[in-house]
């Protein structure tokens, strides 16, 4: 009687049994001037042309107003005058984390929207989509003249 319950494949199978079936999926590398089908995708992903971009973004943790990327020590938000070095505004926040923070620091640094001087510092920045349009010719708009053109 065997071992198994089940019969079907997978089933407590480890890698001593799959090492002995011959790899049939198993496809050699595309040459580098094989054709697109046969080559893989990049870790990107397909590209499409009429996706819409992005762009990284770094807003102010208390008004969410637009911030230069480059934060110093005494940095402040220019709407609010919040302190832009600070444990809100950064990466490695965390308020489930021990000290509020994922990287291991020695003691919590309180208050957490005061200006530190935490050498851990990394900006929190988003990722936003371009959706603005482009700028419209100063002329009469194509909808506008589509919709005139209807009662000529």
Request: glycine share 4%.
């Amino acid at each position: 009687m065997s071992e198994r319950k089940y019969r079907q494949h997978g089933y407590q199978d480890d890698d001593r049994d799959r090492s002995r079936q011959p790899d049939r999926d198993r496809r050699p590398p595309p040459e580098p001037g094989a054709p697109a089908a046969t080559r893989r995708l990049s870790s990107e992903g397909a590209r499409n042309p009429n996706l819409m971009g992005s762009h990284e973004v770094v807003k102010c943790a208390r008004c969410g107003a637009p911030v230069d990327p480059g934060i110093l020590l005494l940095s402040t938000c220019a709407r609010c005058s919040q302190a832009l070095h600070s444990c809100v505004q950064c990466a490695n926040f965390d308020t489930s984390a021990t000290f509020e923070c994922t990287q291991r620091i020695p003691a919590r640094i309180s208050p957490k929207d005061a200006a530190n001087d935490c050498t851990l510092f990394a900006v929190r920045a988003s990722w936003e989509r371009e959706t603005s349009s482009k700028v419209a010719p100063s002329g009469v708009s194509s909808a506008q003249k589509a919709f005139d053109d209807l009662f000529k």
